[in-house]
């Protein structure tokens, strides 16, 4: 008989992996695959989340019931008329592809002095020489997609009126020039596609259409974690799961190697903020679930670093987010203005996140309902419950306690100091989301500091709105109206 079969060499209670819970055995806890698995030829690496956590084959199950049922729900509606989605609207023979150059030059102009806003990786000097003279470059012109995004939201934050008919005919054409973005996967393509497709998600979310936003980032992070954009500097041996997928090609230089890293953040905190704002699960999970899927691209550095060479660590990065969350101290400090708003995305984002397990496990929180108590306050789930949210809590808190806002901003022009606004607007908003989903339990206690740090959350919110830089922007994330209001 096996010594794992032992009650003395079994894993405590709810830590073993899904397929032992499920087959109800013992299981021994190793990592990657535990001996029960590993007697059963399991093809793939164990399974192991929390009490308060599902397995991919649950959420995966839960879409397909969620997908079947919506498929029923239209088999009763009767006939539906459909339409071609990308068909343009009439419109003068001027307004898409006929574009006069001076009015193209003026879309392009409105479009730069908002790229800060509107999740712009690639290197803003070199973009405009490439747009204006690709063969200095000795380059092609830019993609046909991703010209006509920065066309479109030129037009979106224009104040000419006369523009409008043109942005619906701009709109079916990006739509028509991305629609197999995503399939056609090219390596030296792969980081226009990626800039295209995170413009045309701000710009669907801008415009209300939510749904079709959260698909083309979920495309977006598709191809960017397939091609490894996680992975950039890893000093990681990569995972047995992922030896198929395709690499990056090599950089041409430190300002490519910067846009790629921008890019992974980027798309790391346009998928975070929304999915918080929506209140839905993200695409880029933090920590993985997927053993090797961890996220080791270093944290972002301003532009000017990478035209100046890049500052990167020799040794290599990695965990570079599980790192932050459990506050452990790295070479990577990640306190560069990109990387301070990140992580400020990150904590609004699992605070948020939290509030969804609150639901399962309590009933609805004192503030909405005075009377309300754990279901279980004693069982495994709420154990585990309290645990997330003290770890979230104390991250929080060790990253407000770096910004000093009057600080960070000194010396900076005005784009990088509204980056600075952002990140601690929404550092004080993911404090003021965690603190008011306090357990139960705390709540009989002496809550006063708790209420205490949610005010002057609150405060400094109301004083980073009233700062002047707020007047001079013609275009500000629309998430954040969602987080102030939150």
């Known amino acids: 008989m096996s010594g794992f079969s032992s009650p003395l060499f079994r894993v405590p209670r709810g830590h073993a992996c899904v397929r032992c819970r499920q087959?109800?055995?013992?299981?021994?806890?190793?990592?990657?695959?535990?001996?029960?698995?590993?007697?059963?030829?399991?093809?793939?690496?164990?399974?192991?989340?929390?009490?308060?956590?599902r397995s991919?084959?649950?959420?995966?199950?839960?879409?397909?019931?969620?997908?079947?049922?919506?498929?029923?729900d239209l088999e009763k509606a009767g006939p539906i008329l459909l339409h071609q989605p990308?068909?343009?609207?009439?419109?003068?023979?001027?307004?898409?592809?006929?574009l006069s150059e001076d009015l193209s030059k003026q879309l392009i102009v409105t479009f730069m002095e908002n790229a800060n806003e509107l999740c712009f990786f690639l290197n803003s000097a070199r973009f405009r020489v490439w747009i204006e003279?690709?063969?200095?470059?000795?380059?092609?012109?830019?993609?046909?997609?991703?010209?006509?995004?920065?066309?479109?939201?030129?037009?979106?934050?224009?104040?000419?009126?006369?523009?409008?008919?043109?942005?619906?005919?701009?709109?079916a054409r990006v739509l028509r020039e991305t629609a197999g973005i995503s399939s056609a996967h090219r390596p030296d393509n792969f980081l226009y596609n990626l800039q295209t497709e995170f413009l045309l998600a701000r710009y669907l979310f801008s415009t209300g259409k939510i749904i079709e936003g959260r698909y083309h980032v979920s495309c977006a992070l598709s191809i960017g974690v397939g091609s490894g954009i996680n992975k950039i500097r890893s000093s990681q041996p990569p995972s047995p799961r992922y030896a198929a997928i395709s690499l990056l090609p090599p950089v041409s230089d430190m300002i490519e190697e910067g846009e790629r890293i921008r890019c992974c953040w980027s798309g790391f905190m346009l998928d975070k903020s929304w999915a918080a704002a929506l209140e839905t699960s993200s695409d880029m999970l933090c920590p993985a679930e997927i053993p090797g899927a961890q996220t080791d691209t270093p944290w972002p550095q301003d532009e000017e670093v990478y035209e100046q060479g890049g500052n990167f660590l020799p040794e290599g990065y990695s965990f570079t987010t599980l790192n932050f969350i459990r506050g452990i101290p790295t070479s990577d400090l990640g306190d560069s203005i990109e990387a301070t708003l990140v992580k400020a995305v990150f904590c609004w984002e699992r605070?948020?996140?939290?509030?969804?397990?609150?639901?399962?496990?309590?009933?609805?929180?004192?503030?909405?309902?005075?009377?309300?108590?754990?279901l279980k306050a004693a069982s495994e789930e709420y154990i585990e419950y309290l645990i997330s949210y003290d770890q979230r809590r104390q991250c929080i808190a060790r990253f407000i306690s770096t910004l000093s806002y009057s600080e960070d901003i000194k010396g900076l022009i005005p784009s990088k100091a509204l980056k600075r606004l952002k990140a601690h607007s929404m550092a004080h908003a993911a404090n003021i989301e965690i603190l008011?989903?306090?357990?139960?339990?705390?709540?009989?206690?002496?809550?006063?500091?708790?209420?205490?740090?949610?005010?002057?959350?609150?405060?400094?919110?109301?004083?980073?709105?009233?700062?002047?830089?707020?007047?001079?922007?013609?275009?500000?994330?629309?998430?954040?109206?969602?987080?102030f209001v939150t």
């Not at 004192?366 to 009377?371: A, D, E, K, M, T």
Request: charge should be neutral; glycine fraction near 2%; hydrophobic fraction near 30%.
């Open 23 to 53: 087959r109800k055995l013992k299981c021994s806890g190793t990592r990657p695959t535990c001996t029960e698995c590993e007697r059963a030829n399991a093809e793939d690496e164990c399974e192991y989340i929390g009490k308060t956590e």
């Open 56 to 72: 991919k084959a649950c959420i995966l199950q839960d879409e397909i019931d969620r997908l079947q049922a919506r498929v029923r």
């Open 86 to 98: 990308y068909k343009e609207t009439s419109r003068p023979s001027n307004h898409t592809s006929d």
């Open 133 to 171: 003279n690709p063969v200095q470059q000795h380059r092609a012109p830019p993609p046909a997609a991703l010209m006509s995004v920065v066309l479109l939201w030129g037009v979106h934050l224009s104040q000419d009126s006369t523009l409008r008919q043109l942005e619906e005919s701009l709109f």
């Open 351 to 374: 605070a948020c996140n939290l509030t969804k397990d609150t639901w399962t496990l309590c009933k609805p929180p004192r503030s909405i309902c005075p009377l309300a108590q754990p």
């Open 436 to 483: 008011r989903i306090l357990p139960s339990f705390e709540q009989n206690e002496d809550s006063q500091p708790q209420t205490r740090s949610m005010v002057s959350s609150a405060e400094e919110i109301m004083k980073l709105l009233a700062s002047p830089l707020l007047h001079t922007l013609q275009y500000i994330d629309s998430v954040m109206g969602v987080r």
